[in-house]
């Protein structure tokens, strides 16, 4: 190849990176796709999929079902439990509490939080490879427990597509 056609074909520095259309789903205002949860009632999943639409970038698409399966998960605890995470590939024990989650598209989700020893600490995980394991923590004693599924619905829902 020529270094003019070399030049031709790679993307302008200040191009935007645009993924090509055929990676994704087009379902239009349906949402898409359902959870598939053997034991789900048809009003569960409906809950689940409440205002959930397909995102173009794959990193926000993850965060916003891991939002819902999150707020989802928080419904079961009682007043004095939060929700943790054993996150594969973390050093010790794996384990953190969660105190925020957030994306950077195209493809990282980041999750916010503290180790066992109350360290914060920050985990950047490609989408594709996201493993959480969410348990259940007593909260600290000083503070009521903290819910952080309303949050991430609240950040979800002013990033939905219209």
Known sequence: MT??????????????????????SDCGDAPCPE??????????????MDGVRMREN????????????????E????????????????????TMSIDDVGFWGPDFILFLGKNADGRPVRLI?????????????KKPEERPARRIGFQLSEMVQKTNPK
Do not use: C
């Open 75 to 94: 419904k079961g605890l009682d007043k004095d439990e939060e929700v943790g995470a054993r996150i594969v590939g973390l050093p010790g024990d794996g």
């Open 35 to 48: 959870p598939v949860l053997p034991a789900a009632s048809p009003e569960q999943t409906a809950a689940l």
């Open 3 to 24: 270094q003019a056609k070399a030049d031709s074909a790679a993307p302008k520095a200040d191009a935007p990176v645009v993924a090509p259309a055929s990676m994704f």
């Open 125 to 137: 995980q490609h989408y594709a490879q996201i493993n959480v394991f969410l348990d259940i923590r």
């Open 58 to 73: 794959p990193a926000e698409w993850a965060f916003v079902r891991l939002s819902k399966l999150i707020e989802d998960f």
